[in-house]
């Protein structure tokens, strides 16, 4: 049977609720420190009746909000915080779970096991491991708000692991290609864009959303808001980057690349360009990676990769590392002692 004790401290004012040992303050429940102790008293009661007709489930370190609730509530929070394309990616991952586990789960009721049925179920339809694995990182993402805005103590698939893949090195356009792949683009304002995603290394919607009133050529910075991990902040402009800006006409404000307004629109156009180079195997991010394994090739260190590259983790980085190993290669190759034969035993 669970105790349940009004209590008070002698060093620090206000009421709290011990339960099973663990202190809970009236603040919780009433929005504010209670002091007086009649009224201590008539809130502690009124708890106590509630908790005992089943309506305060939280004071057992559960929570009756169900699995649906906290979608819903948590949708409308990353419709309004998040880019698009990370928006969308957690609401095809809360459709699809919500669909195993039903709605009216409570959240408390969510385990590891539901995640591994999760994936089991998604195997048998056919689903890939990548996606698979993008469905379970933004879900167990989605889920720490859980523990963030009080619900849960913790959260509750913070441990769910993703399915074993093999990670393939990433695509780029070699450097000796670059050239010749922009100047075979026709259209400006596709040059434009292309090269500057080859000159930053930017993700698709960071430069789709750039505004010229986050640009400041002067200091010779621009700032990126609403970037992957929901972080804003000023990235160097570089000369080739500056020679973008400059060709398209520095502005007080508006879009710096109007034109295009739909990433799937540019991803396309880009793909189109890339087929028609005899790149057909690479894609819009493909830009990305070639601005990190040029950084890398011309002597780049990859800790400074990681914050230019804006990657919260350096793992992430880290599958850039053979193109350092093989830099170093190169490097190493500068020291000269002399003739081969210079070693040879006599």
């Not at 008293?41 to 009124?46: D, G, I, L």
């Not at 969510?110 to 998604?122: E, G, N, P, S």
């Not at 698939?157 to 990433?170: F, L, N, R, V, Y």
Request: net charge positive.
């Amino acid at each position: 049977m669970m105790s349940l004790s009004l209590c008070t401290r002698p060093d620090r004012p206000g009421y709290f609720i011990r339960i099973d040992g663990k202190r809970h303050s009236l603040k919780r429940y009433v929005g504010r420190t209670v002091t007086d102790k009649r009224e201590a008293e008539r809130v502690f009661k009124e708890i106590k009746k509630q908790y005992l007709a089943g309506k305060l489930v939280e004071l057992k370190g559960e929570t009756s909000k169900t699995f649906g609730e906290f979608k819903d509530e948590y949708l409308e929070w990353a419709r309004e915080t998040k880019t698009h394309s990370s928006y969308d990616e957690d609401r095809v991952a809360f459709k699809k779970f919500s669909q195993m586990i039903g709605d009216s789960t409570r959240i408390d009721r969510v385990t590891l096991k539901h995640v591994d049925l999760f994936v089991a179920q998604c195997l048998k339809s056919g689903n890939k491991a990548t996606t698979i694995n993008k469905n379970i990182r933004h879900l167990r993402a989605a889920m720490g708000k859980v523990k963030e805005w009080g619900y849960m103590r913790q959260n509750p698939i913070a441990s769910a692991k993703e399915i074993p893949t093999e990670k393939k090195p990433p695509t780029y356009i070699d450097g000796n290609r670059i050239s010749k792949f922009l100047a075979g683009i026709s259209d400006i304002d596709l040059r434009r864009m292309t090269a500057a995603y080859i000159s930053t290394g930017r993700r698709r919607n960071e430069l789709l959303n750039l505004d010229w009133s986050d640009v400041d050529l002067q200091r010779g910075e621009y700032l990126v808001r609403k970037a992957k991990g929901h972080l804003t902040r000023w990235y160097p402009i570089n000369a080739a980057f500056r020679a973008v800006l400059e060709s398209i006409g520095p502005q007080n404000n508006g879009w710096v690349f109007h034109r295009w307004r739909s990433p799937h629109t540019i991803s396309r156009y880009t793909k189109r360009e890339l087929r028609a180079a005899g790149l057909g195997h690479l894609k819009l991010h493909s830009l990305r990676h070639t601005f990190a394994t040029q950084f890398i090739e011309k002597g780049g260190n990859l800790r400074v990769l990681q914050d230019l590259m804006g990657h919260t983790d350096y793992t992430t980085t880290e599958i850039y590392a053979h193109v350092a190993d093989s830099h170093l290669k190169e490097e190493a190759d500068r020291v000269k002692l002399g003739p081969i034969d210079l070693f040879a035993a006599k």
